[in-house]
């Protein structure tokens, strides 16, 4: 599970994306709205073997890699 609070609403056009980090790979784990600041994202992989976890502001509909510096990132 994923859980941040206190994000403001991306910019229009765009989006919040999930990073997985696998040491220095980035793998996207889908883009999100946020809910009043909160956002809770349930995952349907284990955490387990994972360096971290990042959220970048994307284009609508996400990126293949990360497109800004990490708005939010956890190790």
Same mark, same amino acid.
């Given at each position: 599970?994923?859980? &941040? #609070?206190?994000? &403001?609403?991306?910019?229009? @056009?765009? &989006?919040?994306?999930?990073?997985?980090? #696998? @040491?220095?790979?980035?793998?996207?784990?889908?883009?999100?709205? +946020?809910?009043?600041?909160? +956002?809770?994202? #349930?995952?349907?992989?284990? =955490? *387990?073997?994972? /360096?971290? &976890?990042? =959220?970048? =502001?994307?284009? /609508?509909? @996400?990126?293949? *890699?990360?497109?800004?510096?990490?708005?939010?990132?956890?190790?």
């Amino acid at each position: 599970m994923f859980v &941040a #609070e206190g994000l &403001a609403d991306p910019p229009y @056009g765009h &989006a919040y994306q999930l990073w997985l980090l #696998e @040491g220095t790979e980035p793998v996207s784990a889908g883009t999100f709205d +946020v809910d009043d600041g909160w +956002v809770v994202i #349930e995952m349907d992989r284990s =955490v *387990e073997g994972l /360096d971290g &976890a990042a =959220v970048t =502001v994307a284009p /609508d509909g @996400g990126s293949p *890699e990360p497109t800004t510096d990490p708005v939010v990132q956890t190790t």
